[in-house]
């Protein structure tokens, strides 16, 4: 009889485990307390970031947004919610990278003289041979995805019109970090209310980047690294052989088929061949002009796919569509010149006039 | 003993018709899948189709992998479930399960042979299909190694090791949906009543994890942990979301036997 309520003791303990493992999987991995590091200032810890070589790594980077940019993006990675890829790479400019899409994948790898990129979803692998130092689309996708570059761009571009602070540690991908707060000055008109950089206290490269907006406290953005391993990684991970049955491509072959997503359009005209500047740090504004005729193409569907995320807007700068989201504002007008920044709305209607 | 027992159930299941022709359906699903990629021929579009529908064109390896990973949705937990049914409910509907309930036999060992015996006809079942897909996919699609989701070609002795792994995996998520199965069948005299009830569970866990708005129950629902599994076809292999799949199916693994043990140990024969 006793043994009887010991093995049923032992069966309730195995239905408890069971649920309290299911309710342990299902909650958010904690971050661990806070590191205890030496203190440092803010400026060299900006210095050691922007001269930092990352070296040899691989790991994974989560990415977390809450941007509000609808899924229209070539990159998955990009759309709203949360993400995971897998970057690594030498310390010399190979790199691998795969960003899973569902069940489907992309995988980038650069091999030092060839980028190679492969969609699993349509079987097919783009080739760019590397001629001069001009930046590769690939690549840079594939860049989008990792945090330390992402950080270093905003560190660099944005430390002059920021007041800079070191606000405590924080441990990422189980490593001890500073945590590097760029605020904007009060002088710059933006959305954004602080971005913080958790740097490596070792490395000095940045792990993790959270961009927060006016009036949240949730970050708008994260994108950071949740394991790394540093140090030497597999050679065979930066060389792609393409499979058997792939098709080969070109960039120049892929864009001149038809079948191109009109929203690239967009894109291209702001990554276009003169992006013209206006404004400085955190309230700069890059504009452009659509090719009229190109205005003239975007089909129907897109259009309405357009009109869905846009505001109509007008004012003495003629009229237009706004689109906005956490982190910036796009702002197109009926005749074809586009705006778009890390500000409010008012600061585009002002420059608008500007796009020649 | 206690081998002598595993032997006599795996023997005893095997013996149900049954079981036979839900084999003989189980082969016929690869076979099914490989044809009709096959037919379908390489047209000039390409695989087009998520996942791995895209890569299989001419890369017959990926059909077991493809085969199982669809039918883990529906087709293996029903096999599981009515694998369950037949060892508690079905013996206790025909009077046998009283026997072997006076029997001087420890009720923890009768649940652990009906544990084993599930185990093991999923292992078969699974490995069988597996097996099944790699002849099929290579008669039917042609195989020169594997090529993975991130567009590597893995040379064939790797490619069938990825496949064993995902065997494991398939049948540890079958064993676990069984054992819960075996708790509902330690409940009730009528088998049907089990594999309607694991399979309107499975069917629910599906509809629910649609819908965005119950994300947070979705990291309790077995059926959330199967897409992950996919992650066998990554080169690396990701090992994260598989093992949060399996830790899953891990935990209901233990609320299965643990209910399943409760209700044998406390029936009246």
Redesign the interface.
Known sequence: MNK?KV??A??????????A???L??MPAGAGQPPTLPDVSPEALVEQVLTSKPGAFGG?VEVDNKLGLPSIAEIPQLADGKHSA?IWTDGNGKFRA?L?N????Q?IVNDGTTT?A?N??????TKSEHKADEPKPADEKAKSVDPAEAAKQIVGLTKEFSEISVDGTARVANRAAYELVLTPKASEKTLIREVRVAVDSELKMPLRVAVLTNGTSEPAGTVGFS?INVGPQDSK?FE????????VTTPEAKEQRADRKPELGLEQALQGEDPQIFGTGWDTVVGARIPAQAMTQVPAEAQGLVDKFTKKVSGTWGSGQLFTTKVATILISDDGRVVAGAVPEQVLFDTIGQVK | MITRQFGSEVRWMLRRPRTIIGLFGLVLVPIIISFGIWTAG?DES???????A??I???GLVVPIFTLFLSLNLLLPLVASIWAADGLAGEAQHGTLRGLLVAPV?R?RLLFVKLFGLTAMSLFAVTLMAVVGIIAGTAFLGS?GM?T?????LGTGEGLLRIALFIVLVTFQMVSIGAVALAVSATTEHPLVVQAATMTTIIVFQVLSQFPSLD?LH??LITTGF?GL?DVM?D?I?L?QIW?ST??A??????G???A??RL??KDN
């Open positions: 009887r093995t049923l032992a069966a309730a303990a195995g239905v408890i485990t069971g649920a493992g299911l309710s999987l299902a994974t897998r795969a899973p569902g069940q489907s994948e995988t190679w492969w699993s979803a349509d079987n097919e692998v394991e991970l792609f052989t393409p499979p058997a049955n792939a098709k | 390489d390409g695989g087009g189709g998520p996942g791995l895209a890569i064109q001419g890369n420890s923890v020169d090529m989701l991130s567009g590597t070609t947070w990291p309790f897409p996919i990554r690396p990701p994260g949060d830790l899953l891990g935990c209901y693994l233990l609320i036997t643990g209910l043990a409760m140990i406390t």
